[in-house]
């Protein structure tokens, strides 16, 4: 009855606060509607002790989940998802509450050793995997069935979370991301990516002989994916269908143009370079992939939308829709 009367109250727009029973225990705050079926929530994580605001688009109970991980500033300053891709419109008459964490920049969303001076406290894949799901499922009628995706640095992100919780995301997908951190390539890139942000990757999974960089590298551990639908998608940095002055991204400035070229060009070659051996032993294990290696493209949101459509009939099918 209680879960009724909340659904019955988000849909009919209505701010609902709740309270934290204590501070000990993850709750959500707020659900604030933004119109339609739009609403920001505020969850108080007990494990990170501070609130996470989430965007989320609900189309009414009894829908599964879909966690869209924002890039490396955790959609704070360059901004999430629903700015910079088509999301909202996409999703807009689909059956499925679509959640965009706000946060987590720098983080790999994943649980750190101890608290970076610069970030904070971050755990997470505790977060994502075990405090937020049974808090949303209840208060927003949803069925338990859940997907995650990521892009760039949540690409990696989301393989993680996928294979440290089997089971909670029957399906995910990972948009131009590095699927390995334990060589010293992935390293070096994981750790720039941090450090651009003035964070101590050291806090996060230990020095370069730390084995937390073996126990998060995809290509390690994935057998664990084994039941799990993978997508997987990568540009090789050429240019592509969106290098062009006449695509709406660029919308005729040759500044953007060419920072997309060279900068975006340079990173998607490097994160192109370390994709193939997570294809290759999913093959191995006979666990089957949706690869999208396109033989051309930058690392750009124009790419990572068209992953959302591309992405999108898998995830469907994995959510029962």
């Known amino acids: 009855m209680r879960r009724l009367l909340c659904c019955l109250l988000v849909l009919l727009g209505c701010g609902v606060v709740v309270s934290p029973a204590a501070s000990a225990n993850s709750s959500i705050l707020e659900v604030r509607p933004l119109g339609g079926r739009q609403f920001e929530v505020v969850v108080h994580s007990a494990a990170m002790n501070r609130p996470i605001t989430l965007w989320m688009s609900h189309p009414g109970p009894g829908a599964p989940a879909l966690y869209l991980l924002n890039a490396v500033d955790g959609g704070e300053s360059g901004g999430p998802w629903m700015r910079r891709t088509d999301v909202v419109d996409f999703f807009a008459d689909k059956p499925v509450n679509v959640i965009v964490p706000i946060g987590g920049r720098a983080s790999m969303y994943t649980d750190w050793q101890r608290d970076d001076p610069v970030l ?160 290759g032993r999913l093959g191995q294990l006979g666990i089957p992939a949706d690869v999208r290696f396109r033989a051309a493209g930058t690392h750009a949101w124009p790419y990572w939308q068209d992953d959302v459509h591309d992405s999108w009939p898998m995830f469907a099918a994995a959510l029962g829709i």
């Open 120 to 279: 904070g406290r971050n755990k997470w894949t505790t977060f994502l995997t075990s405090e937020l799901p049974p808090l949303l499922d209840d208060r927003f009628g949803m069925t338990g069935a859940n997907g995650v995706a990521g892009l760039s640095m949540s690409a990696t992100s989301a393989l993680n979370l996928a294979i440290a919780a089997p089971g909670r995301y029957r399906a995910v997908g990972a948009f131009s991301g590095c699927t390995q951190t334990a060589n010293p390539l992935a390293q070096t890139l994981v750790r720039s990516q941090l450090a651009t942000f003035g964070a101590n990757a050291d806090n996060m999974w230990g020095g370069p002989g730390d084995p937390a960089w073996v126990a998060n590298d995809p290509v390690l551990h994935a057998d664990r994916l084994r039941g799990t639908s993978v997508y997987l998608s990568s540009g090789n940095g050429a240019p592509g269908p969106h290098e062009a002055l006449n695509d709406p991204s660029i919308a005729g400035n040759v500044g953007v143009l060419l920072d997309r070229v060279l900068v975006g060009g340079t990173m998607e070659a490097v994160v192109g370079s370390c994709s193939g051996p997570l294809v």
